[in-house]
C-alpha cells in the first residue's frame, strides 16, 4: 500500500515485517539467498647547554606522553563508532532475526539483472525502511529532469543546517557553490547541505522540491516510498528495497549523475579556501569493482545501506542492501553477492 506518511510508513514497515519470513527464505533466495620520532635541538650557548637539553627533554616527554594518550583517546573513539549503533527500525520490528543463505548482514536485500529484471536474491525486500541519503538519488533525478541551471550559483543558508539530527559539515553559512558542484558532492560525498540546498533552490522551495520527489516516485511505481526532504536527514523518507531498484534504473539513464556518483574525489572552491572531498564508499576505487551508479546511506534509524549498479560477469546487477551495523557491513555484503554471482552463475 502506498507510504503517505509516517504512520503509515510505520505500518507498512510493520505490516512489511509480517510477510518479510516470506521472502527471507523465498525459492529466488534458496536458488540465490596505524615512530614517533623526536631529534632535541642542542642549545646554542655552553652556559645553557645543561638546562636546554633538560627542558628540551621534559618537552619531549610531554609530547610523547599526550601524544600516545591522544593516539589512545582517538582509537577508542573509532571502536566506539563502530560497536555503538543502536537499534534501527529494522531491528525494532524483527527484522534482525531473519537469516538468508549468504548470512549477509544487511536487514533487508534485493538483487536483479538489470537487463531482465529477473530477480536473483532478496530478503525483506518489500519492507519500507529508512533509507538515509539513498534519498540524493531521488534528489539528482529532480534536479536533473527538471533541466535546472547547473551553473547558476546557490548560496548555503541557515535552513540548510541540520535540525534534525545537528551534523556538521564543511559547507559553511555563506559558502557559495554552482549546481553542479552542490549536485556532485551530495552524490559522491553524501554532502547534507549540498542536498539541502539543492532542495530549497527550486520554484517553490523546498516543499515544492519534496512534492516532486514524491509524485516521481509514484510515476516510477514506487508504492512503498515517501520522501520528506532531499537529504535523507528524516527518518521519515523510507523505501522498500524493491522500490529502490526503479530509481537506481530511472537515475542510471542519466550519465551525469553516473558521473557523479562513482567520481571518487572532487574539489570545490566554496569561498576564499578550497574544499576537497572524497567518495563514501570504498568499492568505487577497487579495481576489482566495475561500479556504474552507486549511493551510500546511514542515520541511526536506517543503519547502513549501500545501492550500486556493477558489472558482474559481464552482467549488469543492481544491488540494494539496507539497514546493517558496522562500518563495513554493506560492503561486505556487496563482496558475498559478488562471489555468489560468479560462482553459481543464475541464469537471467
Known amino acids: 500500500m502506498p507510504v503517505r506518511g509516517w504512520k503509515s510508513g510505520m505500518k507498512s514497515v510493520l505490516m512489511g515485517f509480517a510477510v518479510a519470513s516470506l521472502f527471507a527464505l523465498s525459492p529466488v533466495e534458496a536458488a540465490t539467498h596505524s615512530k614517533s620520532s623526536g631529534a632535541h635541538k642542542k642549545a646554542g650557548h655552553t652556559q645553557k647547554k645543561v638546562a636546554s637539553k633538560h627542558a628540551g627533554t621534559k ?53 536483479v539483472d538489470q537487463d531482465s529484471s529477473k530477480v536473483l536474491f532478496e530478503k525483506n525486500a518489500a519492507v519500507s525502511l529508512p533509507i538515509a541519503s539513498i534519498t540524493k538519488l531521488m534528489t539528482s533525478l529532480i534536479v536533473v529532469e527538471t533541466k535546472q541551471d547547473l551553473n547558476e550559483v546557490i548560496e548555503i543558508t541557515n535552513d540548510d543546517l541540520d535540525k534534525e539530527k545537528g551534523t556538521s559539515s564543511r559547507l559553511r ?11 556532485h558532492i551530495a552524490l559522491m560525498s553524501s554532502e547534507n547541505r549540498a542536498a539541502s540546498a539543492l532542495g530549497r533552490n527550486y520554484p517553490g522551495g523546498l516543499p515544492a522540491f519534496v ?11 514506487m508504492n512503498d516510498t515517501y520522501y520528506v526532504d532531499s537529504s535523507g536527514l ?33 574539489v570545490v572552491t566554496p569561498g576564499k579556501q578550497s574544499l ?27 543503519g547502513r545501506c549501500l545501492v550500486m549498479r556493477a558489472m558482474i560477469e559481464g552482467r549488469a546487477i543492481v544491488m540494494v ?28
Open 234 to 266: 528524516s527518518s521519515k523518507n523510507v523505501a522498500s528495497a524493491r522500490d529502490l531498484v526503479k530509481v537506481i534504473n530511472a537515475a542510471y539513464e542519466y550519465p551525469l549523475i553516473r558521473e557523479y556518483s562513482t567520481d571518487s574525489h572532487y
Open 59 to 111: 618537552k619531549h616527554s610531554v609530547k610523547k606522553n599526550l601524544a600516545a594518550k591522544g593516539a589512545k583517546t582517538h582509537r577508542l573513539a573509532h571502536v566506539k563508532a563502530d560497536i555503538v549503533e543502536g537499534p534501527s527500525v529494522g531491528d525494532n520490528v524483527g527484522l534482525k532475526h531473519s537469516r538468508d543463505p549468504l548470512a549477509l548482514a544487511s536487514n533487508a536485500a534485493f538483487v
Open 211 to 221: 512534492a516532486a520527489m514524491n509524485a516521481k516516485a509514484k510515476q516510477l511505481g
Open 276 to 302: 576537497e572531498y572524497g567518495t563514501t564508499n570504498k568499492l568505487v576505487v577497487n579495481s576489482e569493482w566495475n561500479i556504474g551508479l552507486q549511493k551510500t546511506g546511514y542515520i541511526a534509524e536506517a
Open 321 to 348: 542492501f539496507l539497514d546493517s551495523k558496522g562500518k563495513y557491513s554493506r560492503l561486505a555484503d556487496a563482496s558475498r553477492i559478488k562471489k555468489w554471482l560468479q560462482s553459481v552463475r543464475p541464469q537471467a
Open 173 to 183: 553559512v555563506g559558502a557559495k557553490l554552482t549546481r553542479a558542484d552542490l549536485l
